[in-house]
C-alpha cells in the first residue's frame, strides 16, 4: 500500500502565503516526479507544479514567481510554498507522485486525497 497525505491547506487573506506537505509512505522503492495541481469548483484540474528526483522544476505561468515547489528526497516528501496568494488560487490542491514499489517493472501515480485552499478577504 502507497499512501500520499497532505496537509497545510486553510483559509488566507489575498496577499498572504501557504506552505503545503505531502508525504508518500508504505511500500515504495523509489520516486520519480512528484508534483501539484488543483481544481477549483467547475473546472479542469491543472499542474500547478512539479519536480523530479533531480530537482528539476516546472510551473504553472499563473503560478511562476510566486509559488517554489521542493522536496526532501530522504523524507519522501514534497513542499509547494505558496506567496503573494490570490482569490484565483481558491482550489482543492492535490499531491501526486509518481512512484515505483518494489518488485514491479513499472512506475504509478498515485494521489493524495487533497487539501482545501481558500484566498479571501
Known amino acids: 500500500q502507497v499512501q500520499l497525505v497532505e496537509s497545510g491547506g486553510g483559509l488566507v487573506q489575498p496577499g498572504g502565503s501557504l506552505r503545503l506537505s505531502c508525504a508518500a509512505s508504505?511500500?515504495?522503492?523509489?520516486?520519480?516526479?512528484m508534483g501539484w495541481y488543483r481544481q477549483a469548483p467547475g473546472k479542469q484540474r491543472e499542474l500547478v507544479a512539479r519536480?523530479?528526483?533531480?530537482?528539476?522544476?516546472n510551473y504553472a505561468d499563473s503560478v511562476k514567481g510566486r509559488f517554489t515547489i521542493s522536496r526532501d528526497n530522504a523524507k519522501n516528501t514534497v513542499y509547494l510554498q505558496m506567496n503573494s496568494l490570490k482569490p484565483e488560487d481558491t482550489a482543492v490542491y492535490y499531491c501526486?507522485?509518481?512512484?515505483?514499489?518494489?518488485?514491479?517493472?513499472?512506475?504509478?501515480?498515485?494521489w493524495g486525497q487533497g487539501t482545501q485552499v481558500t484566498v479571501s478577504s
Open positions: 519536480i523530479t528526483s533531480g530537482g528539476d522544476t
Open positions: 501526486h507522485a509518481d512512484l515505483l514499489r518494489p518488485g514491479m517493472v513499472w512506475a504509478h501515480i498515485y
Open positions: 508504505g511500500s515504495i522503492f523509489s520516486i520519480n516526479d
